[in-house]
C-alpha cells in the first residue's frame, strides 16, 4: 500500500486529492494542516491520519513516518494578502521546510503547487519558459519556490520535484476558502440567491478556469513523472465570465442577464490561459472538463451538498 503525505490537505485542492488517493488508489494518506482556512468539514469521510502543525516548522517532522511522495498544497492562498514577509516565510521558507522534512526522510519525490500567478500579465498563451512577471507578493512567491525547487532538485539528484502552476481552479471543497473561492462558486450563490450575478464591465475577460478534477488528474499524473519539471495545469479551454454566466444560467435552470459593474482595480489580468504542450508532454495531462461541463458537475454537486 501506497503511503502519501498531503499538505494544506484541509483545504480546497489538498482534501480533493485526499480523498481521491484514498478512494482511487487505496493509498494511505496523512494530511498535515493548520487549519488556518482549510476546513474539517473538507474531510468528512477521509479515513486517514491528521497531523496538526505548521508547515513552518519542525514539530510534525517526527510525527510522520516515512512516505511515499508528498503533495504540498499548504500556503497563504488568498491573493490579496499584502504582507510580504509573512508571504515569503509561509509559502517559502514553509516549502523549504516540507523539503528538509523530504530529505531527512527519504522521500524521493514532492509535488508542490505553483501557480499561474508567477506569470502577471506575460504574454499568452502562458509557457512554463517565459519569465516570471507576477504582479502581487503571491505570485512572487510561488515563482520563488519554483527557484528553490529547480536548485534543490540539482543539488539532489535523486529527487524528482514537480511544480504545478494551477490556473482558476473551481469545485467542490472550496467553500470554506470565502472571499478567494472562485467566481463559479460566488456567482452561482448570488444566482442562487435570486441575484443578478454581479461580474465586471463587460464579462469579457478571460481566465482558464480549471475544474478542480482535472487538478487531482495532474496531481496524480505527477507520480510518474520522469523528471523534475514546472507545468502549467489549465483547462486548455478557456472562457469569459459571460461564459461562466451562461453555464451556470443553464445548469440552474435560470435565465439572469448580468449586472456589470466598474472593475475598481488598477491592476487586472485580461487574459490567463495556459499551455499545456509540456504537461502533455511531460505528465500525459489530458483535461476533460470545459466551463460548461465543469459548471454543471459542480453545480449538480453544490444542489445536494448541506454545508
Ligand atoms: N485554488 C486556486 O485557484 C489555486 C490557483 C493556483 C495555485 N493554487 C495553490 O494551490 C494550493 C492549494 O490551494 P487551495 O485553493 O486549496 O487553498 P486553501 O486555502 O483551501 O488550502 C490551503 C490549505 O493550507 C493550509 N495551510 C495554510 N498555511 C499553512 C501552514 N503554515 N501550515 C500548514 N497548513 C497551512 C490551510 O489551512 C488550508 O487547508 C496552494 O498552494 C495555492 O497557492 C491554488
Not at 503533495?71 to 490579496?80: L, N, P, Q
Not at 464591465?201 to 495532474?218: A, L, M, S
Amino acid at each position: 500500500m501506497k503511503k502519501y503525505l498531503v499538505t494544506g490537505g484541509a483545504g480546497f485542492v489538498g482534501s480533493n486529492i485526499a480523498h481521491t488517493l484514498e478512494v482511487e488508489h487505496k493509498a494511505k494518506v496523512t494530511v498535515l494542516d493548520n487549519f488556518s482556512t482549510g476546513n474539517y468539514k473538507n474531510l468528512l469521510g477521509f479515513t486517514g491520519d491528521i497531523v496538526t502543525g505548521d508547515i513552518q516548522d519542525r514539530g510534525w517532522f517526527g510525527k510522520i513516518g516515512k512516505v511515499d511522495a508528498i503533495f504540498h498544497e499548504a500556503a497563504i492562498t488568498d491573493t490579496t494578502v499584502m504582507d510580504q514577509r509573512r508571504m515569503m516565510e509561509v509559502n517559502v521558507d514553509g516549502f523549504r521546510s516540507v523539503l528538509q522534512f523530504a530529505l531527512e526522510t527519504g522521500v524521493k519525490r514532492v509535488i508542490y503547487a505553483s501557480s499561474a500567478a508567477v506569470y502577471g500579465n506575460g504574454a499568452t498563451p502562458m509557457r512554463e519558459q517565459q519569465a516570471p512577471a507576477p504582479e502581487n507578493i503571491y505570485g512572487f512567491s510561488k515563482a520563488i519556490m519554483d527557484n528553490t525547487a529547480r536548485e534543490f532538485a540539482a543539488e539532489y539528484k535523486d529527487m524528482t520535484l514537480v511544480g504545478l502552476r494551477y490556473f482558476n481552479v473551481y469545485g467542490p471543497r472550496e467553500y470554506y476558502k470565502g472571499n478567494p473561492a472562485s467566481m463559479m462558486f460566488h456567482l452561482y450563490n448570488q444566482m442562487k440567491a435570486g441575484k443578478r450575478p454581479r461580474i465586471f464591465k463587460f464579462g469579457e475577460q478571460v481566465r482558464d478556469f480549471v475544474y478542480v478534477k482535472d487538478i487531482v488528474r495532474g496531481n496524480l499524473n505527477a507520480l510518474d513523472a520522469k523528471k523534475t519539471c514546472v507545468c502549467n495545469l489549465g483547462s486548455g479551454h478557456p472562457g469569459n465570465f459571460n461564459e461562466v454566466v451562461e453555464a451556470l444560467n443553464k445548469a440552474m435552470k435560470l435565465d439572469l442577464a448580468p449586472e456589470y459593474f466598474d472593475n475598481p482595480y488598477s491592476f487586472y489580468q485580461n487574459r490567463t490561459q495556459a499551455d499545456l504542450r509540456q504537461a502533455k508532454a511531460l505528465l500525459n495531462y489530458r483535461p476533460e472538463w470545459k466551463v460548461a461541463e465543469g459548471v454543471a458537475d459542480y453545480v449538480k454537486i453544490m444542489e445536494k451538498t448541506k454545508i
